[in-house]
C-alpha cells in the first residue's frame, strides 16, 4: 500500500564550517597579519508543499534527512562555501511536529518552511583584529545544526468529502464526476486508502473530493478502518453522504454516519451536507419515493436529498449543480477562530541564561547565545578560551557564577554530555 499518512523522521541540518586561522605571508611583506577566512553556513532542512505529491511514501525508508555542512575557511580571507539545503517535497496538508507540538501546518502550493536551521559558519582569525588585539592567533569553530526527532501527519486538504457505509458506491461515483480511477468491486471495503478527485465546474472553477474509506458504526472509536482516515475531512468545506437504496435499514443507515462524524468532531457535524441515495437505476419508482420520504422525515429541512446511479449516469447533473451550490455555502453555527498573537515572554529572550551546579568543582551554564558562543569556541585554544571568558564575564554570568560559589580551580560546561570545559 503506496498511501501513507503518518511517518516519523530524524532531521540533522548541516554543521557550519570552522573559521581558518593563518597569517600573510608574502615576500617583502613583514608582519602580514591574520588573514584567515569566515567557515560557511550548514544546510537547512526545508519542507515544501506541493500538490503534485499525494502521501508520504517518499519518506518510509529514507528515516534520517541530513543537510550538508559548511566547508572551512582558508587562507586570504577565503570563506568556505555554504553547505546546501536539504529540501524535502511533501504534500499539501502536512503537519509537522516537534515535541509533540504541531509546529509547521503546509497547506498553500509552493509554502516552505526550514525545519531545522543549519550552524553558523566560524570567524576565521581575520574577524577578530582590534586596537587591543593586533595579531590573533585563533579562529572560531562552526556551530552544529539543529537535530532533533519530527513528527508528521498528513491531513488531506479537500473541498468536499465523500462518506457512506462500505460499499455504498463512492469509489463509483468519484471515478463518474473527476479524473480519480479508484478501485472499484462488488464487495466491501474495496477502497482501502482515501482517493481525491477534481470536478470541473465550470473552465475557470473545480472542486477537489476526497473519498474517505471504511466508515462502519463504530469508526470514531477506532473500528474498521475510518478511525485511520477521518482526520482527512477535518479540512472539508462539506460532505456528500451516500446511501444504498438496496440497503434494508436506510434511515439507520444515515444515523450511523451521522454519530460517527458527530462523535469525532463537532466541527464535521456542521458542515452542509448532500445526501444522495445510490443505484437506483432499474428499480420501482414508488420504492424509491417511499424511501425518499423516510430519509426527509429525519432530514433539515435545507438538507439537499437526490437519487442518482452512479454506475449509469442518471441524474449525475443535478448533483453536479448541487455540488456546485454546496461548495460555497458555510458551515452553520461555526464561530470563526482568529490566530492568537504570539507573547513573547522574558523566558524567550536569547541573551537569558542559567546557572546549576552539577557537582564539587563543576558548574552548567545554559543559555542560548552563550551556549553558541561556546559551540563556536576552540577549548585547545587559550586566546579563544579567553575570548569565551572575556563574553562571560560581560554578560553577568561570572557574577551568577561566583554566587553559585565557583572557586579557582573549578571547571564550567556547557553541555552535560560534552566533555569540552573551561577551566578556571
Given at each position: 500500500?503506496?498511501?501513507v499518512?503518518?511517518?516519523?523522521?530524524k532531521?540533522?541540518?548541516?554543521k557550519?564550517?570552522?573559521?581558518?586561522?593563518?597569517?600573510?605571508?608574502?615576500?617583502?611583506?613583514?608582519?602580514?597579519?591574520?588573514?584567515?577566512g569566515?567557515g560557511?553556513?550548514?544546510?537547512?532542512?526545508?519542507?515544501?508543499?506541493?500538490?503534485?505529491?499525494?502521501?508520504?511514501a517518499n519518506?518510509?525508508?529514507?528515516?534520517?534527512?541530513?543537510a550538508?555542512?559548511?566547508?572551512?575557511g582558508?587562507?586570504?580571507?577565503?570563506?568556505?562555501?555554504?553547505?546546501?539545503?536539504?529540501?524535502?517535497?511533501?504534500?499539501?496538508g502536512?503537519?509537522?511536529?516537534?515535541?509533540?507540538?504541531?509546529?509547521?501546518?503546509?497547506?498553500?502550493?509552493?509554502?516552505?518552511?526550514?525545519?531545522?536551521?543549519?550552524?553558523?559558519?566560524?570567524?576565521?582569525?581575520?574577524?577578530?583584529v582590534?586596537?587591543?588585539?593586533?595579531?590573533?592567533?585563533f579562529?572560531?569553530k562552526?556551530?552544529?545544526?539543529?537535530?532533533?526527532?519530527?513528527?508528521?501527519?498528513?491531513?488531506?486538504?479537500?473541498?468536499?468529502?465523500l462518506?457512506?457505509l462500505?460499499?455504498?458506491?463512492?469509489?463509483?461515483l468519484?471515478?463518474?464526476?473527476?479524473?480519480?480511477?479508484?478501485?472499484?468491486?462488488?464487495?466491501?471495503?474495496t477502497?482501502?486508502?482515501?482517493n481525491?478527485?477534481v470536478?470541473d465546474?465550470?473552465?475557470?472553477?473545480?472542486?477537489?473530493?476526497?473519498?474517505?474509506?471504511?466508515?462502519?458504526?463504530?469508526?470514531?472509536?477506532?473500528k474498521?478502518?475510518?478511525?485511520?482516515?477521518?482526520?482527512?475531512?477535518?479540512?472539508?468545506?462539506?460532505?456528500i453522504?451516500?446511501?444504498?437504496?438496496?440497503?434494508?435499514?436506510?434511515?439507520?443507515?444515515?444515523?450511523?454516519?451521522?454519530k460517527?462524524?458527530?462523535?469525532?468532531?463537532?466541527?464535521?457535524?456542521?458542515?452542509?451536507?448532500?445526501?444522495?441515495?445510490?443505484?437506483?437505476?432499474?428499480?420501482?419508482?414508488?420504492?424509491?419515493?417511499?424511501?425518499?420520504?423516510?430519509?426527509?422525515?429525519?432530514l433539515p429541512?435545507?438538507?439537499k436529498?437526490?437519487?442518482?446511479?452512479?454506475?449509469?449516469?442518471?441524474?449525475?447533473?443535478?448533483?453536479?449543480?448541487?455540488i456546485?451550490?454546496?461548495?460555497?455555502?458555510?458551515?452553520?453555527?461555526?464561530?470563526?477562530?482568529?490566530p492568537?498573537?504570539?507573547?513573547?515572554?522574558l523566558?524567550?529572550?536569547?541573551?537569558?541564561?542559567?546557572?546549576?551546579?552539577l557537582?564539587?568543582?563543576?558548574?552548567?551554564?545554559?543559555?542560548?547565545?552563550?551556549?553558541r558562543?561556546?559551540?563556536?569556541?576552540?577549548?585547545?585554544?587559550e586566546?579563544?578560551?579567553?575570548?569565551?571568558?572575556d563574553?562571560?564575564?560581560?554578560?553577568?554570568i561570572?557574577?551568577?557564577?561566583?554566587?553559585?560559589?565557583?572557586?579557582?580551580?573549578?571547571?564550567?560546561?556547557?553541555?552535560?554530555?560534552?566533555?569540552?570545559?573551561?577551566?578556571?
Amino acid at each position: 500500500m503506496n498511501f501513507v499518512d503518518k511517518v516519523t523522521l530524524k532531521v540533522q541540518a548541516g554543521k557550519g564550517g570552522d573559521g581558518h586561522k593563518s597569517f600573510r605571508k608574502e615576500r617583502y611583506i613583514s608582519k602580514g597579519g591574520p588573514d584567515g577566512g569566515d567557515g560557511g553556513d550548514g544546510g537547512d532542512i526545508i519542507f515544501e508543499a506541493s500538490q503534485n505529491q499525494d502521501t508520504l511514501a517518499n519518506f518510509r525508508y529514507e528515516k534520517d534527512l541530513r543537510a550538508q555542512d559548511g566547508e572551512p575557511g582558508g587562507k586570504s580571507r577565503k570563506h568556505g562555501k555554504h553547505g546546501h539545503d536539504f529540501v524535502g517535497k511533501v504534500p499539501l496538508g502536512t503537519q509537522v511536529y516537534i515535541n509533540n507540538k504541531l509546529a509547521f501546518d503546509l497547506t498553500t502550493e509552493g509554502q516552505r518552511e526550514v525545519i531545522a536551521k543549519g550552524g553558523k559558519g566560524g570567524f576565521g582569525n581575520a574577524h577578530f583584529v582590534s586596537s587591543t588585539r593586533q595579531a590573533p592567533d585563533f579562529a572560531e569553530k562552526g556551530e552544529p545544526g539543529q537535530k532533533f526527532e519530527i513528527f508528521l501527519e498528513l491531513k488531506l486538504i479537500a473541498d468536499i468529502a465523500l462518506v457512506g457505509l462500505p460499499n455504498s458506491g463512492k469509489s463509483t461515483l468519484l471515478s463518474r464526476l473527476s479524473n480519480a480511477r479508484p478501485e472499484i468491486a462488488n464487495y466491501p471495503f474495496t477502497t482501502l486508502v482515501p482517493n481525491l478527485g477534481v470536478l470541473d465546474l465550470s473552465r475557470t472553477r473545480s472542486v477537489l473530493i476526497a473519498d474517505i474509506p471504511g466508515l462502519i458504526e463504530g469508526a470514531s472509536l477506532g473500528k474498521g478502518l475510518g478511525h485511520s482516515f477521518l482526520k482527512h475531512i477535518e479540512r472539508t468545506k462539506a460532505i456528500i453522504h451516500l446511501i444504498d437504496f438496496y440497503s434494508d435499514q436506510i434511515v439507520q443507515d444515515y444515523l450511523i454516519i451521522r454519530k460517527e462524524l458527530e462523535s469525532y468532531s463537532k466541527k464535521l457535524a456542521k458542515l452542509p451536507e448532500l445526501v444522495i441515495i445510490n443505484k437506483i437505476d432499474g428499480v420501482d419508482p414508488l420504492a424509491l419515493d417511499n424511501k425518499m420520504k423516510l430519509l426527509r422525515e429525519i432530514l433539515p429541512k435545507k438538507t439537499k436529498l437526490i437519487a442518482i446511479s452512479a454506475l449509469s449516469g442518471q441524474n449525475l447533473k443535478e448533483l453536479k449543480e448541487s455540488i456546485s451550490l454546496i461548495s460555497v455555502l458555510k458551515p452553520k453555527n461555526l464561530k470563526s477562530s482568529k490566530p492568537k498573537t504570539p507573547v513573547i515572554k522574558l523566558l524567550n529572550n536569547p541573551n537569558s541564561f542559567k546557572v546549576k551546579k552539577l557537582s564539587k568543582g563543576l558548574y552548567l551554564i545554559t543559555g542560548e547565545n552563550i551556549t553558541r558562543f561556546a559551540h563556536r569556541t576552540d577549548f585547545g585554544n587559550e586566546q579563544s578560551q579567553q575570548r569565551l571568558k572575556d563574553i562571560i564575564n560581560k554578560r553577568g554570568i561570572y557574577r551568577e557564577l561566583r554566587r553559585k560559589g565557583l572557586k579557582s580551580g573549578d571547571k564550567v560546561t556547557f553541555d552535560i554530555e560534552s566533555s569540552s570545559r573551561l577551566s578556571y
